[in-house]
């Protein structure tokens, strides 16, 4: 009987599908339909300068880590909709049901990670979402998040 032992996988933000929305450009690094994770979504944005990531939203049944890398930002957090700064090597966790979103109102682009557990993006589970976030303008360009990539490594 033979035995296919796992291997690890590389992912990086410059070869994955950016998915760029108002606002801010999305890189969905690990998922299940990336690379077959089967319990995390892992990914990054890049929220533009004066930027947010609409709609905010609330996962019923999973639970989500904001990390920012770079930049800062504030999130959106709560029924009451409070305010939380952030700032490098700071994070947000929000357990199921809690409503959050982030923002930019900040002159320089904000990066931030993702985590989503159970497995899952918001944008495939609820593609409804995914359109009210495209309906406002376009992130800049793919190129000038990758520039901005570059300068933050």
Not at 1 to 23: F, G, H, T
Not at 135 to 150: Q, R, W
Request: glycine share 6%; charged share 25%; hydrophobic share 35%.
């Amino acid at each position: 009987m033979s035995c296919i032992k796992p291997k690890a996988i590389k992912v990086s933000a410059y070869d994955c599908e950016v998915i760029p929305l108002s606002q801010r450009v999305n890189f969905k690094l690990v998922d299940p339909t990336t690379c077959g994770s089967k319990h995390l979504t892992f990914g990054m944005v890049v929220v533009e300068p004066h930027g947010s990531c609409e709609p905010g939203h609330v996962h019923d049944d999973q639970e989500e880590i904001f990390y920012c890398l770079s930049g800062r930002g504030i999130v959106i957090a709560d029924d009451d909709h409070r305010e939380i700064k952030i700032v490098p090597y700071e994070a947000v966790f929000f357990k199921p049901g809690v409503y959050h979103s982030i923002k930019n109102p900040y002159d320089i682009p904000l990066q931030a990670l993702w985590i989503i557990s159970p497995a899952g993006w918001v944008f495939d589970r609820n593609p409804g979402l995914k359109d009210v976030a495209e309906d406002a303008k376009k992130a800049k360009n793919v190129e000038n998040v990758h520039t901005s990539l570059e300068k933050s490594i």
